[in-house]
């Protein structure tokens, strides 16, 4: 692995995703109206609707539009795709249990998504009794546990699921697992061989291979390598074109270089699918670009969105105003209260910035951050720290 090592689960330097161009509401604009056709999973979704709507008993339709549904969501739809996930995989498995374990976790899944971790360790705890030796539902729970903050039981978990690492769906969050605990050169090696793996398949979708290429940019981009991470984000693109995971992640790699321009183009191209990390960005873009106006533009959109779409563990948003010293200690209380119930380590770091950006500094020298125990940089280091951008 090339890069430095930098600091796991802190969070990015002030504004590290990429916004929207000024004037709110992103459209097509004249020169893109001919490429704005529904997806193919668009398509899709509409099909399985309708079938459910014309056969209401069907399990199979129903846990098929539960996936198509998911898999609009992490393609940039967004949350209320993860919600009509957790709908439909719900009204398959009224129908049917038996059977049914795949829907089972699609509907994990689609509450992992939605940040309500407890009900989807629970989803996920079921299809694991139900199957013991399905890999896929096992990572699925040790993943839950990882993001809920109990690193022992998921360090026990992944350490089982080692000897399934060449499996698509173990090996990135086993490369996660190793992450968070400092391993590097063992998380960068299982990403891109995974990577390569999934290259060769010829059964899987574009975004998910687009994906695959997003988990080594963002490994690069966050420990320092961003002529590789730039690399490994375009060849993502080259697969999905106008995927905003991929767009605000470029997007970043063009803040940190000081291309500015380059950054807010990304950014008009992410459009509505992106997120607020990534309207952050393009708001900080436009402030270092001496428009002021028009970064407060992306910066209203961001707390109207996080009002509008409420949903719990909201990190990027507590992030966007850790960074930007807005509305301290209302974030500083909501991050505790959320600590009583997933003490993660993104989640001790954000409350340790918050009280130092608050003028705090001995409570936030109290603060060690799992599962390291490390003691909080922030008074040394707000403003230049890096983030698991993909974290929950």
Known sequence: ??????RLWTL??????????AGWSVRP??????DSAPSTTELDIALYTRRTQEDPWSAADYATLASLRLQHGREGGGLDDFRRAETAARSSLALRTDRNDRTRLLLASSLLAQHRFGEAREEAR???????????????LAEIELELGDYAEADRQFTELLPASTHLAVAPRLARWHEVHGRL???YALLVDTRDA????ADLPAEQMAWFHLRVGDFLLRHGDLTAARDALEAGLEIRPDDPRLLGALARVEMLEGRLRRATALVERAGDGADLA???LGGDAWTARGEPARAEIYYAEIERRAVAQAEPFNRQWTEFRVTHGRLLDETIAILQEELKERPDALGHDLLARALCAAGRMEEAARIRIPPRGEVPQCAAE???LNQLSYAL
Not at 12 to 21: E, N
Not at 29 to 34: D, K, Q, Y
Not at 126 to 140: E, F, H, I, K, P
Request: glycine share 12%; net charge negative.
């Open 278 to 280: 990534t309207l952050s």
């Open 198 to 201: 999934a290259a060769r398949r």
């Open 29 to 34: 604009t004249e020169s893109e109206v001919s």
């Open 126 to 140: 079921a299809a694991v009794a139900a199957d013991t030796a399905d890999v896929g539902a096992r990572s699925l």
């Open 382 to 384: 707000a403003g230049a």
């Open 12 to 21: 990015a330097m002030a504004g590290v995703g990429a916004a929207l161009a």
């Open 1 to 6: 692995m090339r890069g430095g090592r930098a």
């Open 185 to 187: 050169d063992e998380a």
